[in-house]
């Protein structure tokens, strides 16, 4: 059997990412690595980063000594470590946002990107234009930052994080062509929206663990 490096910066992704690495990879087994400190790191001081790319980066040669197969980045706050990391382990490493962003430049113009995390939003915004440009598209991009809603579900009241969410997001899916949800952890919501609307939103999990599974096959 196979093995997936999972590296995460809150608790919160572990269950949902399992869950859909058992159902598209049940070929990996999963190993977890979390690091919980980080994201609290990079709130209090953004200019931690150079100090947190190494931290991950260390998490991910460990992974591959340990015997993994590939790597899945699971913080889109991080996502631009996977750039460096792929220079110093020899295994693939995925972005868990790279699909969506993808994903979103091929449909739409206008597009809304939210989070509930600050420093989620321009790693998130900085990908889109990246995959726009390597596209030759002009994009518009709005955003929006729900800290309530992180606050929220860091004191473990999911049920007022999803409210505060859906609130949010029902209000954007008017303005914009297309909505990316800039963390994992908001995924969930999308299946409290109405189905009309469901297809406007795009995140990162599902999508992510595909394009794993899409570079598994072809390793």
Request: aromatic share 2%; net charge neutral.
């Amino acid at each position: 059997m196979k093995t997936l490096a999972i590296v995460h910066t809150t608790p919160v992704t572990i269950e949902p990412l399992k869950a859909l690495a058992r159902e598209l990879l049940p070929d990996h087994q999963v190993i977890n690595f979390v690091d919980d400190s980080i994201l609290p790191k990079l709130i209090e001081d953004p200019s931690h980063m150079s100090f947190v790319r190494k931290k991950i980066i260390q998490y991910m040669k460990f992974a591959e000594k340990t015997g993994a197969d590939i790597i899945l980045n699971a913080c889109s706050s991080v996502g631009e470590v996977v750039k460096d990391a792929k220079k110093e382990v020899n295994i693939p490493v995925i972005r868990i946002d790279e699909a969506m962003a993808e994903k979103a430049i091929s449909e739409g113009n206008k597009i809304g990107v939210v989070a509930t995390l600050a420093t989620t939003l321009n790693p998130t915004m900085a990908l889109l234009e990246s995959k726009a440009a390597e596209s030759g598209k002009e994009i518009q991009l709005e955003s929006n930052v729900a800290s309530e809603a992180y606050q929220k579900l860091m004191n473990g009241e999911k049920e007022k994080h999803d409210h505060i969410l859906k609130d949010l997001l029902e209000k954007m899916a008017n303005e914009v062509d297309i909505i990316v949800l800039a963390q994992a952890s908001m995924a969930r919501v999308v299946a409290q929206l109405p189905k009309s609307s469901q297809s406007k939103f795009l995140s990162s999990p599902k999508l992510g663990m595909l394009r794993v599974r899409e570079i598994a096959e072809r390793a």
